[in-house]
Nanobody, 118 residues
């Protein structure tokens, strides 16, 4: 499966952005999808994940209550809605997919940059 992340941009603190992860392949509905981010000079960190059915969702403590994740398997997309953005959310955001794990991903898309100005 190939993944394409989009939707990044510049936003003021307190604002919102919606990231999308578009996937190729007819079996996308069998993949769990995760979002990760990497800020300059820092290691990549987990942000959120959604199971293949959308029935299970997980979030990093730092984004709980502010970010939501959803998927539309008919459109082969997973979205990350980011609200109440903070300067510390600034990072390159990556989506990833795997058929067997919610935590160890085989397929990765390129990043989309989110910059939150304070």
């Amino acid at each position: 499966v190939q993944l394409q992340a989009s939707g990044g941009g510049l936003v003021q603190a307190g604002g919102s952005l919606r990231l999308s992860c578009a996937a190729s392949g007819r079996t996308f509905s069998s993949y769990a999808v995760g979002w990760f981010r990497q800020a300059p000079g820092k290691e990549r960190e987990f942000v959120a994940a959604i199971s293949w059915s959308g029935g299970s969702k997980y979030f990093a403590d730092s984004v709980k209550g502010r970010f939501t994740i959803s998927r539309d398997n008919a459109k082969n997309t997973v979205s990350l809605q980011m609200n109440s953005l903070k300067a510390e959310d600034t990072a390159a955001y990556y989506c990833a997919a795997d058929q067997e794990s919610l935590w160890d991903y085989k397929y990765w898309g390129q990043g989309t940059l989110v910059t939150v100005s304070s």
